[in-house]
């Protein structure tokens, strides 16, 4: 049997605001939502929502891994490219670049590059019902 008091949890709240979006909060942070059946260029809809929170996920493990690595970092870009199918409905594909600005050699960003696949939360969950793939490599 698991611990619970092991085991970190989450609570957010969402609510309609209107025919157009909705707010999301957690904590002391809102995220406009683009709920709107015509949708809206303001706001994260629910699939760019998903892939933002794998692409923090992915920046996230980077900044836990970085110390412990002791590894030299001056910045990171994560793009992402995913492709929703309709029937059934999800998300079908998904690519991602992470372009990190190091001087490190081209191992200790491959090791990085594991880190981000084997210990992120979101990208584990991710994974499994989703052909997810990409590649981290050097800003030029």
Do not use: W
């Amino acid at each position: 049997m698991s611990d619970s008091k092991s085991k970190m949890t989450f609570d957010i709240v969402t609510t309609r605001s209107d025919a157009h979006g909705s707010i999301s909060r957690c904590k002391d942070a809102e995220i406009l939502l683009d709920t709107a059946m015509a949708g809206r260029r303001d706001a994260f809809n629910p699939a760019e929502l998903l892939l933002a929170a794998l692409s923090a996920c992915m920046i996230k493990g980077i900044e836990r891994v970085t110390p412990m690595l002791d590894f030299r970092l001056n910045g990171v870009e994560v793009r992402i490219h995913g492709v929703r199918q309709d029937v059934p409905p999800g998300m079908e594909s998904i690519e991602y670049e992470i372009i990190v600005d190091s001087d490190e050699s081209d191992r200790r960003l491959e090791l990085l590059h594991d880190n981000v696949r084997k210990f992120g939360t979101v990208f584990k969950t991710i994974a499994p019902g989703t052909a997810l793939s990409g590649t981290l490599r050097r800003a030029a």
